[in-house]
């Protein structure tokens, strides 16, 4: 099971891309029945509005999922409860019929999480209900592949607990692809992400040799191949959170939550081969959480859940790093304008993340 972090209420911000400074907005503060404690990154619907989830909140505190544009109008799309599943940890997917995909952790008719689509007005409709033999507490999200499947993971369940890979067509068949049997991973935490070379590359939070998690790579049809294991200590750090992203060059890069002094960044390349790109000293932030973005500029982006070097307290970070390894601080937390973010960045249209 993932351990669970203390959580605040979240902040919605956009940071614009010009240097030498960075300008941040904040775009709505979460008060409970609006939402509460969003985990996750958000998507940009067709209009240029940014949907998202929070995991707690809304009229049954269950999670609900939203939209909001600038400068700051907010509309519920939806509060959750029950049998639709509740305390979503993942962003929304928008897929090209303009429906909204998602996950909700808990819930559904077996208590173990569920697959659901929604319209952008709130119409929702719940695609699978997991019985933890097929899988439980799905707290990634989902991702397209090029067969027109969506595939995810969940945290939990499966013949070995450890949580298992699915696929899930629009309409709602469900196949399970793989299942962790802790040896080759347990615990994933992100969906995988489809690579040029047609391959789905992912992370798992514990398990591999060392239990400090894995990397992975996984045919459309389930071939499995483990590529990786941290090593939970040293550069190499361990327990990757977020998703993979594939840069511009080919290669797979990500975080991972501990490892070096505060955590790391790391590229690796198709066949497995990892380098770190940056350890994390607490002042330049800490634990990042959330997958990384390459901006249009090539650049990456991200958060870090802990550290910064705020008057008031390390409440996380925005960073830019290169392929490289040359990492910039963007913005420090103070509470006030958010603290501990756990999703990463998205870039809109208009440049600003």
């Known amino acids: 099971m993932i351990v669970r972090f203390s959580r605040w209420i979240f902040l919605l911000c956009a940071v614009a891309m010009a240097a030498p400074s960075q300008v941040f907005t ?29 995991h707690y909140g809304g009229t049954s505190n269950a999670g609900t999922l939203f939209s909001v544009s600038q400068p700051g109008t907010f509309a519920s799309v939806l509060s959750l409860s029950g049998s639709e599943g509740v305390y979503p940890n993942a962003g929304l997917l928008l897929a090209p019929n303009r429906l909204l995909y998602g996950t909700a952790s808990a819930g559904g008719t077996s208590h173990a999480g569920t697959v659901f689509q929604t319209t952008p007005t709130g119409t929702l409709t719940i695609l699978h209900s997991f019985d933890s033999t097929d899988g439980g507490m799905p707290i990634g999200g989902l991702t397209p592949a090029f ?144 997958a990384l973005v390459q901006g249009t500029d090539g650049d990456f982006y991200g958060t870090t859940s802990t550290g910064g070097s705020g008057p008031i307290g390390a409440w996380g970070t925005i960073f830019r790093i290169t392929s490289t390894g040359t990492l910039t601080t963007l913005h420090t937390f103070e509470n006030a304008d958010g603290a501990v973010p756990y999703g990463g960045l998205v870039q809109q249209t208009n440049g600003a993340f």
């Open 26 to 54: 904040t775009l709505l503060d979460f008060n409970g029945i609006n939402g509460s404690g969003p985990d996750a990154a958000l998507v940009e619907g067709i209009a240029g509005q940014m949907y998202g989830s929070t």
């Open 147 to 290: 067969n027109g499947m969506l595939y995810g993971t969940t945290n939990e369940g499966g013949p070995h607990s450890y949580g298992t890979i699915f696929k899930i067509s629009p309409r709602g068949a469900l196949t399970t692809v793989h299942n962790f049997s802790g040896s080759d991973g347990a615990n994933p935490t992100a969906a995988p992400v489809q690579a040029s070379n047609g391959l789905l590359y992912g992370a798992t939070w514990a398990g591999g040799a060392n239990n400090s998690g894995t990397i992975y790579a996984i045919r459309m049809g389930g071939v499995f191949t483990t590529l990786y294991s941290f090593s939970g200590s040293g550069i190499k750090g361990g327990g990757p959170y977020g998703a993979l992203i594939q840069g511009n060059d080919g290669n797979l890069y990500g975080t991972a939550q501990v490892g070096g002094f505060y955590g790391t960044v790391f590229q690796i390349t198709p066949g497995g081969v990892l380098t770190t790109l940056y350890t994390f000293n607490g002042i330049d932030g800490g634990e990042p959480m959330g």
